[in-house]
């Protein structure tokens, strides 16, 4: 079917490669002249048939929602808009009810793959209403892996974007219990082959995982991890998972302490462990203590 | 070649059965008499040739170390005991010690497979001295899956259970991991279609492991879980997991919390939060408040 | 000085009392006619003479905008409106640039001290520019303990519900960090008399505080807490200080740990620990696992 | 009454001076004669009248378990040894078990007062049966504050040290709740005086406590902790606080996760964040992807 492609960069420009080699027309635009086939949004939307469906692969936050503006105005009743990007979900169902007044429908799309989709297929979460999500159901199908999986439908605007968080927090956790155990073998004095213990429980353990397979990996080209410093980033998922977990009353301790693990890891030092070491030292009763007629009472600890 | 097994239960049974499909010679003591080859721990030593091998897969604890006491006064110099129990890796180098003092080795053997492992091979991570592994390596290639994989030396005596308890560890975190994943969108009013989310991510994404293999598999028997209640046992290496990370000053956050989450599933009422329950209460300036002379004010919160 | 006071229930109506008694001028509004001197906001702004100061103690959310959207109307350039509700510190400062455009100061003000405050004088925190907070200065003076103590001007408009916040997400932490102390002594055998040993420490230790005191106070009532539930409840702020914490990439473990808990207690089952629990079914290769033919292996552990 | 002490540094040389102060006759050995009334300890045994009293005040582990073993033999049966350090309880118990055989009493005291002490008054925190700890008591209401308050017989041996730990436990909890909040105001651009804010709730707040009044005091003299490194040393305590927690099946989040900061902040590097960033490069498929076949997939994220 015909397809409307925002944004051409490695994950959009792969995906419309991936549509493409299954039989799909796909208009793409980008800012960069050397990846677009029109021009301007304008362009593009000219070149579709109505109803249309355009995809938006663009950085999440103001380029996502400028691009959905300037669409809206373009777009006709009827046409549809599905956005790939990282949105959060409550961005999504905004976005949703204001294309509404115009006729225009809403699927947001997660999506997940990275480099190796192109030639392995994506996995995709999308959330929006039935009818929306059938008609574009061809461009799932040919996106998804060639085994049929990895595709969900899974409820109404906001969903997919929902679950594709929910994913990133569940990654995020996985990857720190992992990580814990690795600073755990390589701290004692008893673990002498450390990468040769993950590479044996990729078979027959409970732990094994794609994760699991990417640490071998890594380790194999760096058995200590000496080429690496122990900063991380973090994703707004992470974040969104946290905060949603808290809007829901969700007990979360493993996905926001994997969270804050990350958050510590990028700091040169801990505001936070000054108050710890401001608070020992004035236990001590040292001079500055003497200043003050006040507490009466210093103890120990 | 020749091997002592001692402890024919599910585990040992299989193992026992596993060594013999692939020309093993196992000889078979056991408490229950239906189970076993020899009647006594006596007549096993007196059925094996020295130097011999003896594999010990009884309940971890005082039956391992009961067991291990009466082998020392049994066996000679040269001989070989394989301690492929739950044992603490602490316990491990304890008992080394002493067999060494009669010249008995002493190689730990932590197992995973399950009831699955005489067909389809069990994960072995062993800790010892390398005569002593490679001693007993023909065993533990006929334990390990056909392709070869799933063995690891580890280091020194108690590195196999330490591993063992580690990889424990880490998936208490992966579990929890998806466990709040899951309570996150079942509490949403946005995702529909949970198991088929779960399902979904086993191709293509971050995520993919057989722990989430086997939540797919549990939720297609009980879309929500109404068959369990939310109680979780836990086995003594996650917690030997957190002590050993809080020995070696290891931050372990996300495997305790995970640990933490099962102890409080068995709760019927936390005392805990009675406290905080109490300490709320009195904010409030309620009566008992009244009775007492201090402190002098009561903030609103 | 003259102060409008827009809600009279037990905080509002103790501190306009104190006011009173401290000599200022308090003209009254509620909803509930037999507290209040004046029947409408416009009749209260009538009697204020201009430049007015309007203080709003009214429920947080919805009850608080909608009275600032209807004194925004009334008010005159000049007038200063304080909010003294929980509102979020993000919303003060959208209503904040939405009074100024018709130049209507803006100053919020956390307010800490119960039923108590109207005897011993109320915590006050508060935001807002500098001329504002002089402004209403006469007002916070009369409110705080006689001391002069338990005033701050945090920052700009926004900071006061800020450091109260931040203020109640401490409180949950130290809260916990009882909770978790108490249930520990409570659940070992070698700790006969727990409420003597937080006795104890009210004197000569690190631990003393009021939070100290209240516990002391409660369990003198109830030795065991037999009284109480396990149960509790939380307030917007915890949330929102994790929320926050989140977003400035802060690491909070303990403050969030502290709202998993309550979160936690108010579950009558837990569906993350069903999770767990139906994870630990599947391991065991029981009848359900038969019906599959995938995945191979099922671990033991 | 008569008592020997052994051990008369910072802690144990006040002790003794508060104790004659009050009255009392203190025999004191150190290893270093500057300090000490004797010269050893079958001096000190020598001067004492039986039945004997000893207070033991020497670091913990391998010094106090040395002297308690040669007071074993210097001994006779209905004298007391009272352990005042920072032992394990689980210590205690061994020890007083093997006293028992010759007849000599055990008392275990936790103490806490630091420098301040002598002056102040201690709190002790006692375990050992009711009647050797009558037969100490006039030398315990000589070390606690004149109020009379600060003393508590917690339970039978080890009791005492055992509560001690669990103070400590809560200590770091409430340390790691203020030092959150701060570094949220901190990192905030919206609170412009956390100093001031900080000491405004010394009045009429919930979190008003001995902690905050030595942080108010920390930050009059280094407003932003400009002179310190976020380090943070653990003692012991924190350690067992966690191990025993878990031995009883208790969750500690608050108070594991406040231990946990402090290891994290003695980390030049984490390890646990290498893995953390060698995930996060694997996904990308960079280059040393490209040298493997496996996994098939490499998802974005």
Redesign the interface.
């Known amino acids: 079917m015909q397809l409307g492609m925002v944004g051409l960069g490695k994950?959009g420009g792969n995906m419309a490669a991936r549509l493409r080699d299954k039989g799909h027309d796909v208009v793409g635009f980008d800012f960069n002249p050397e990846l677009r086939d029109v021009a301007s949004l304008e362009e593009l939307v000219g070149r579709l048939d109505a109803p249309r469906v355009v995809w938006l692969m663009v950085p999440a936050g103001e380029a996502t929602s400028a691009a959905i503006e300037k669409l809206s105005d373009l777009l006709d009743a009827g046409d549809l808009i599905i956005e790939g990007g990282n949105s959060h979900?409550v961005d999504d169902r905004k976005r949703a009810d204001i294309l509404k007044q115009s006729g225009v429908s809403y699927v947001d799309a997660g999506?997940?793959?990275?480099?190796?989709?192109r030639e392995?297929?994506?996995?995709?979460?999308v959330?929006g209403a039935a009818e929306d999500v059938d008609r574009a159901r061809p461009i799932f199908d040919a996106l998804?892996?060639d085994?049929g999986?990895?595709?969900?439908?899974?409820?109404?605007v906001?969903?997919g974007h929902?679950?594709k968080m929910?994913?990133?927090?569940?990654?995020?956790?996985?990857?720190?219990?992992?990580?814990?155990?690795?600073?755990?073998?390589?701290?004692?004095d008893?673990?002498?082959?450390v990468p040769?213990?993950f590479?044996?429980?990729?078979?027959?353990?409970?732990?094994?995982?794609?994760?699991?397979?990417?640490?071998v990996?890594?380790?194999k080209?760096?058995p200590e991890?000496e080429e690496?410093?122990?900063?991380?980033?973090?994703?707004g998922?992470g974040?969104w998972?946290?905060?949603?977990?808290?809007?829901?009353?969700?007990?979360?301790?493993?996905?926001?302490?994997?969270?804050?693990?990350?958050?510590?890891?990028?700091?040169e030092?801990?505001?936070?462990?000054?108050?710890?070491?401001?608070?020992?030292?004035?236990?001590?009763?040292h001079a500055?203590?003497k200043t003050?007629d006040?507490?009466?009472?210093?103890?120990?600890?």
């Open positions: 994950m979900y999506v997940s793959g990275g480099v190796w989709g392995n297929g994506y996995g995709i979460m959330g998804v892996p085994t999986g990895g595709f969900v439908h899974a409820g109404g906001g969903a929902f679950v929910v994913h990133n927090g569940i990654e995020y956790g996985m990857m720190q219990a992992f990580a814990e155990g690795y600073e755990l073998m390589a701290a004692s008893i673990v002498d082959d040769g213990t590479d044996s429980w990729r078979e027959g353990t409970v732990v094994r995982s794609w994760l699991l397979d990417l640490l990996r890594a380790l080209g760096d991890l690496l410093r122990g900063y991380a980033q973090d994703s998922e974040r998972t946290v905060q949603a977990a808290v809007d829901h009353a969700v007990p979360a301790p493993v996905i926001s302490s994997a969270l804050f693990a990350r958050f510590a890891s990028r700091q030092d801990s505001p936070a462990m000054k108050v710890i070491a401001a608070l020992r030292n004035q236990f001590g009763g500055v203590a003050t006040d507490p009466a009472r210093t103890p120990r600890s």
